[in-house]
């Protein structure tokens, strides 16, 4: 059975940094599509930022310039680096991959931006 897992969020202070991991656990070849999604209080779950196998990177305009998302050659981990982080990033991470139909989410892990 496949699974995500995510590594720990944590507490940083606004323009303050954090690196998020995740990796695709199980019996699976390769990852299509490996990114990150999150969910505020109170608020739908959002798009963040994806790698696509062989290079092509997405982000949500909100974190452009100051987040980087990038993955191994089979996209079976991925990596999200946060630089200068605002209060308004403080969410519920998810990771989630996908492999042509099969969808795939990890437990969620918080990170919160303190002012």
């Known amino acids: 059975q496949v699974q995500l897992v995510e590594s720990r969020g944590g507490l940083v202070q606004a323009g303050g940094s954090l690196r998020l991991s995740c990796a695709a656990s199980g019996r699976i070849f390769s990852m299509n599509v490996m990114g990150w999604y999150r969910q505020a209080p109170g608020k739908q779950r959002e798009f963040v930022a994806h790698v696509t196998r062989g290079g092509p990177t997405n982000y949500a305009d909100s974190v452009k310039g100051r987040f980087t998302i990038s993955g191994d050659n089979a996209k079976k981990t991925v990596l999200l680096q946060m630089n200068s982080l605002k209060p308004e990033d403080t969410a519920v991470y998810y990771c989630?991959?996908?492999?042509?139909?099969?969808?795939?989410w990890g437990q969620g892990t918080q990170v919160t931006v303190s002012s």
């Open positions: 989630n991959a996908a492999r042509y139909t099969d969808v795939y």
